[in-house]
Nanobody
Framework: QVQVVESGGGLVQTGGSLRLSCTAS????????MGWFRQAPGKEREAVLC????????YYAESVKGRVTTFRDNAENTVYVQMDGLKPEDTAVYYC?????????????????WGQGTQVTVSS
């Protein structure tokens, strides 16, 4: 059974930074793309970015480009998201998900194992 666990959320001021972590077990981690999604209050969950098994990053949320990067450590079954220059509009629950395949998609249907989410709150 695949398990995905996120950590690293919290409360920061505008312009602050956070690093989210996501560890997956029960799968051959290096064979799977890993996606990050977020859901803001009153909004639908949206794709933020995805990192392929090769380490290439695909951005789906234009608003995070230049502020958010991701990298993975396949030996540790972990993917990280470094978020800098945080804005109040980044406030959301952030979810990590393991894709069924090695490549990325912004469609949630491609992902079949989800974490419980971690709250990121950016104060103005």
């Amino acid at each position: 059974q695949v398990q995905v666990v996120e950590s690293g959320g919290g409360l920061v001021q505008t312009g602050g930074s956070l690093r989210l972590s996501c560890t997956a077990s029960g799968l051959t981690f290096g064979d799977h793309a890993m996606g990050w999604f977020r859901q803001a209050p009153g909004k639908e969950r949206e794709a933020v970015l995805c990192i392929r098994s090769s380490g290439a990053t695909i951005y789906y949320a234009e608003s995070v480009k230049g502020r958010v990067t991701t990298f993975r450590d396949n030996a540790e079954n972990t993917v990280y998201v470094q978020m800098d220059g945080l804005k109040p509009e980044d406030t959301a629950v952030y979810y990590c998900a393991a894709a069924k395949v090695w490549y990325c998609s912004g469609s949630q249907e491609l992902y079949d194992a989800w974490g419980q989410g971690t709250q990121v709150t950016v104060s103005s």
